[in-house]
């Protein structure tokens, strides 16, 4: 098994928890114990019995899961299969009609506005939402884990127009430590963490052009982001990043809508 003997690090820091080979032992014996019900059960009995909750006394169901994906993908623990199938990467030509109401494609910005953000809420609306990004991204819709919110978005009248969806920043990312001064310090870039968000997906539909209309959406989608973050995981933000693939995209609507390009990765 991976990770283990003299490799294994003797404690770690995860979603901004602290933990030990004693948490890791807790949460092997839940898996053994939990495994049929699956991995969110075994997830709310891990944040059960570490008591721990958010600033509005919910468990922390979302980001126990995220520790367990953590330590599954280094070997430590093998969880039961998702029971959600993630949508694989699909070709432009292979992609279906969405089910969703469209705009006619072309037109001035202001006839669109102002946008609707509907956030993923329910089971139901969440099918919808993956079955757009399947049908409509390139690379399907993501396997979300730890805090994340999900959104529709649509044009005044209703017409959709697109997806997006964010989740906790990823952990480790050098350029960004550096810059915000939390390389090498553990303890800072936990508290850190707490409040940094990652875009993981961004969809406009094809069939929407609209100039200016992607920087008009980046611009506004902070400013949700910010007013709802807060108020189901507990903390204000003060970071947002994304990655952008410099091989078939530009960036250039989000230096429109003042986003920062600070470093390369080595993925």
Not at 232 to 240: E, F, N, S, V
């Amino acid at each position: 098994m991976k990770g283990t003997g003299s490799e294994r690090p003797t404690r770690w820091v995860i979603r901004g928890r602290h933990l030990t080979p004693g948490d890791l032992a807790v949460a092997v014996q839940r898996v053994r114990t939990f495994y049929a019900p699956g991995r969110w059960r075994i997830a709310q009995e891990l944040a059960q019995h570490w008591q721990w909750r958010t600033a509005h006394g919910q468990f922390k169901t979302r980001a126990a899961l995220a520790i367990l994906a953590a330590w599954e993908q280094h070997g430590y623990l093998r969880l039961p299969p998702a029971l959600i199938r993630h949508g694989l990467r699909r070709s432009p030509g292979a992609l279906p009609a969405s089910p969703a109401a469209e705009p006619d494609g072309r037109g001035p910005l202001s006839d669109l506005r102002p946008f609707q953000w509907e956030l993923v809420r329910s089971a139901t609306p969440r099918h919808h939402w993956r079955t757009i990004l399947n049908q409509h991204h390139d690379r399907g819709a993501p396997g979300l884990v730890g805090a994340h919110l999900e959104y529709f978005i649509a044009s005044v009248r209703g017409e959709m127009l697109g997806a997006m969806a964010w989740q906790s920043a990823v952990e480790r990312l050098d350029c960004r430590d550096r810059l915000v001064g939390v390389s090498r310090q553990p303890a800072l870039r936990a508290q850190f963490l707490g409040h940094a968000v990652n875009q993981v997906r961004w969809l406009i539909l094809r069939t929407v052009r609209v100039p200016h209309l992607a920087s008009a959406l980046l611009s506004e989608s902070l400013r949700v982001l910010q007013r709802d973050w807060p108020s189901h995981y507990g903390a204000p933000l003060w970071w947002a990043e994304t990655f952008v693939d410099r091989s078939h995209f530009s960036g250039i609507s989000y230096r429109a809508a003042h986003w920062w390009p600070i470093g390369w990765t080595r993925g």
